[in-house]
């Protein structure tokens, strides 16, 4: 049986857990707030504390093995947008993500040294030092989830960044973090008996850890079910291209590159930006979000009509886990250009339902976009394309291979 945690639970989170419920492998699902929409208090509660809870719901399978600490993340929620420094304050203050991550950890490393009939132990990047420490005290397995690429490939990145692009440095803040964040990483990754990925983009980049390699399983994320079923419609395109790009606002989603191909095909296309800003003192970020559509937060289903309303869908990130928009993007029939530093190759066929870019290329980006706003015939195949692409990745097909792949290790 296998402990598993994560203090907030998202998408591919919720399924790695039910994968391990469905193979009944879950002994405790260890987060901070779960939430049954079917309450009866759901109904009383402000749309948008509805909206923000939704997001913590669990499968049923889940929840009944659901065990919770909230008490950080719940300050967190609640000063979520609110300018109080001193609470939110990078790894050190009291309601920081890293506070919350690290407090789970230890409540979950006391479970661990105190329950029995567990085998292992599954826990993610930045919350899992002190799970896996108890963990080897009992010779129980250390499962490992990295959802983004390794950090020391990711500060080599950053550093040639500021360098390129210096007035968007302070938007790089992964850079941030204090050498003993960075230490617990490289621990957390010695101590794991086996790796989880979504992408062959992260698996390469372990290759750069000093410690010795490990067996690494690439199984990617799922598409939104509704791929799957939804009727293919083809694009019909008027006016400009319309593009569209969801994600955090900053230079790691190599924004700069983004805007500069835009500025090379003046009247030709129309840039929806969706989400907020990593930070408030970025200039020519927010120069650029006066000239362009912005949006700063959606829910999740207004995301994805906001796909079904695009043409294409950009994400030219220049370090990225996976990047689950591309396959919501591609359920919503939208090609996409993205580099090779995201799950792209892992998912497209070149030139039939998207393009691989390299990372900062706004040339490459430019003749791509040019490209399909004067061919709407390709444009359309693309569409169709891109919808085949995604009902092919579902998420149960994601929990299938999970469960093999522990089975297997």
């Known amino acids: 049986m296998i402990l598993f945690s994560h203090p907030t639970g998202n998408a591919n989170v919720r399924h790695a857990a039910l994968a391990l419920a469905e193979a009944n492998l879950l002994a405790e699902f260890w987060t901070c707030v779960s939430w049954n929409p079917q309450s009866p208090l759901n109904a009383l509660l402000p749309a948008k504390l509805r909206r923000q809870l939704a997001r913590r719901a669990l499968p049923e399978l889940v929840r009944a093995k659901a065990r919770l600490w909230p008490w950080r993340e719940a300050g967190r929620m609640l000063t979520s947008g609110r300018d109080i420094p001193f609470l939110t304050r990078h790894e050190h203050g009291v309601f920081s993500i890293d506070a919350v991550y690290r407090s789970l950890d230890r409540v979950v490393a006391r479970r661990v040294a105190a329950l029995d009939g567990l085998s292992a132990v599954y826990a993610y990047e930045d919350g899992a030092v002190e799970t896996f ?133 003046p009247g030709a296309v129309e840039l929806t930006l969706v989400g907020s800003k990593t930070v408030e003192n970025c200039a020519p970020l927010n120069e650029a979000l006066k000239r362009h559509r912005w949006i700063p937060t959606l829910p999740h289903d207004e995301i994805l009509r906001e796909m079904s309303r695009a043409d294409v869908f950009v994400f030219p990130s220049l370090f990225e886990g996976f990047g689950l928009v591309l396959l919501e993007a591609m359920s919503r029939g939208l090609p996409i250009i993205a580099t090779a530093h995201t799950a792209a190759p892992d998912l497209i066929r070149e030139g039939e339902s998207g393009f691989i870019v390299p990372i900062r290329s706004a040339q490459a980006i430019a003749e791509k976009l040019d490209l399909l706003a004067r061919d709407s015939h390709l444009l359309s195949a693309m569409s169709h394309a891109a919808r085949e692409t995604a009902a092919a990745y579902t998420w149960e097909q994601y929990r299938a291979r999970l469960s093999h792949a522990l089975e297997e290790s």
């Open 133 to 265: 420490r108890a963990a080897r005290e009992r010779g129980l397995r250390c499962i490992y989830d990295l959802p983004i690429g390794y950090w020391r490939v990711a500060h080599a990145l950053y550093a040639e960044e500021r360098e390129r692009e210096p007035q968007w440095a302070v938007t790089l803040t992964g850079t941030f973090d204090s050498p003993e964040k960075l230490a617990r990483k490289d621990e957390e990754l010695g101590r794991a008996d086996v790796v989880m990925v979504a992408s062959s983009f992260t698996q390469k980049t372990i290759e750069a850890a000093p410690c010795p390699p490990k067996p690494v399983h690439v199984i990617s994320y799922g598409a939104p079910l509704s791929a799957a079923v939804e009727e293919v419609v083809p694009r019909a395109r008027q006016g400009k291209l319309k593009v569209l790009f969801v994600g955090s606002l900053g230079q790691r989603k190599g924004l700069s590159y983004l805007l500069e191909a835009i500025a090379l095909l």
